[in-house]
């Protein structure tokens, strides 16, 4: 389970759908949709 912080729900969410991309400078991020109100959401760092 992956967690990030939603922007509309300004809290921590589980990350649906959660996947793992790289970003244009070569670092690791994970973008996904928030559990609850389905905005897109994204983080750095690695999917574990
Ligand atoms: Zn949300």
């Given at each position: 389970?992956v967690?990030?912080?939603?922007m509309?729900?300004?809290?921590?969410?589980?990350?649906k759908?959660?996947?793992?991309?790289k970003?244009?400078?070569g670092?690791?991020a994970?973008?996904?949709?928030?559990?609850?109100c389905?905005?897109?959401m994204?983080?750095?760092g690695?999917l574990?």
């Amino acid at each position: 389970m992956v967690k990030g912080h939603c922007m509309r729900c300004k809290e921590e969410r589980e990350i649906k759908g959660a996947k793992q991309v790289k970003m244009k400078n070569g670092r690791d991020a994970v973008t996904g949709n928030c559990m609850k109100c389905d905005t897109k959401m994204f983080k750095i760092g690695k999917l574990t």
